[in-house]
């Protein structure tokens, strides 16, 4: 299974919103609303920000929310803030042997 | 509170074998899959395998199957990662994360990782 499809990098201005796309395909984003969103700050281990295209874990902001129209997936952060600069990696379920397909990784730089 | 402790940094020769460890507390061990992700040296995520300790279910990344072992006991709330001949491709940070018993679930909680360096 490839991985799914995200912009290399997006940027925004403190206070703005930025949005992250996530593509993949009718068997795996287009099929299960079973998309989720990590976070990756250099040197850490990713975080669990939303699941279910756009449930959010308790302790996540709401600056955070998620969506999906058809095979692609968005990732929206409202407000943006200087430690939300990281990496964000979108996640898809594929099925019952493939219950990962993992996005190819977006960086966030805020400027 | 939940958490996921993995063992130290690893530096191995190409050929050597490795173990590597994944410690779980603050939740029951069999309720949850446990599994490894790859995160090779400034690229993406990649999920390798994935094992249920309540019920020996598995499954596997066809793109690492043969290449490591993923064992599990439940006695010490411990999972492990292994390789019985390492090559220079294989280093990588290596984390362990679970997920809820549930299709569809996404890995929740992730341990901290693990730096192996394979090198002549």
């Known amino acids: 299974q490839s991985a799914l499809t995200q912009p290399r990098s997006v940027s925004g201005s403190p206070g703005q919103s930025v949005t992250v796309s996530c593509t993949g395909t009718?068997?795996?984003?287009?099929?299960?609303?079973?998309v989720s969103w990590y976070q990756q700050h250099p040197g850490k281990a990713p975080k669990l920000l939303i699941h279910d295209v756009s449930q959010r874990p308790s302790g996540v902001p709401d600056r955070f929310s998620g969506s999906k129209s058809g095979n692609t997936a968005s990732l929206e952060i409202s407000g943006l803030q200087t430690d939300d600069e990281a990496d964000y990696f979108c996640c898809s379920y594929g099925g019952t042997y493939t219950p990962f397909v993992f996005g190819t990784g977006t960086e966030v730089t805020v400027l | 509170e939940v958490r996921l402790t993995q063992s130290g940094a690893e530096l191995k020769e190409p050929g050597e074998s490795l173990k590597i460890s994944c410690k779980a507390s603050?939740?029951?061990?069999?309720?949850?899959?446990i599994g490894w992700v790859r995160q090779m040296p400034g690229k993406g995520l990649e999920w390798m395998s994935i094992v249920h300790p309540g019920n020996f279910d598995r499954r596997h990344n066809p793109s690492f199957e043969g290449q490591v072992t993923l064992e599990f006991d439940a006695s010490i709330n411990t999972a492990y990662l292994q390789w019985n001949s390492l090559q220079a491709s294989d280093s990588a940070i290596y984390f362990c994360a679970r997920r809820l018993h549930v299709d569809g679930s996404p890995f929740d909680f992730w341990g901290q990782g693990t730096l192996v360096t394979v090198s002549s």
């Open positions: 603050g939740y029951r061990f069999t309720d949850y899959w």
């Open positions: 009718s068997t795996d984003v287009g099929r299960y609303n079973y």
